[in-house]
């Protein structure tokens, strides 16, 4: 099984950026994708990206073009580059590893905090 663990949130003002990490001992070797969601005050928890383990990456239709998924295999940490973000970007991040030996464990997510 394969334990994520989200860094990197924080508050930013409206068009600004920020990436968010989620390190995954082993996923790398467990041929695991990763999945990032994100849950904003009194919503649902909604899909935002994810990076197959073939490198293959999908975005939400809010995320495209502004936020940008990508993989340091060596420090099996996956990123989540996120630009022009706004207040409706104000969620709390997390990420899940997927595939048949990774265990489809949560982190304890990131606060990103977007002020207008």
């Known amino acids: 099984q394969v334990q994520p663990v989200e860094s990197g949130g924080g508050s930013v003002e409206t068009g600004g950026s920020l990436t968010v990490s989620c390190t995954a001992p082993?996923?790398?070797?467990?041929?695991?994708?990763m999945h990032w969601y994100r849950q904003r005050t009194g919503k649902k928890r909604e899909w935002v990206s994810l990076?197959?383990?073939?490198?293959?990456?999908d975005y939400a239709d809010f995320a495209k073009d502004r936020f940008t998924i990508s993989v340091d295999k060596e420090k099996d940490t996956i990123y989540l580059q996120m630009n022009n973000l706004t207040p409706e970007d104000t969620a709390v991040y997390s990420c899940?590893?997927?595939?048949?030996?990774?265990?489809?464990?949560w982190g304890q997510g990131t606060q990103v905090t977007v002020s207008s």
């Open positions: 990076l197959s383990s073939g490198g293959s990456a």
């Open positions: 899940v590893a997927f595939g048949p030996s990774c265990g489809n464990l």
């Open positions: 082993g996923f790398t070797s467990a041929r695991c994708g």
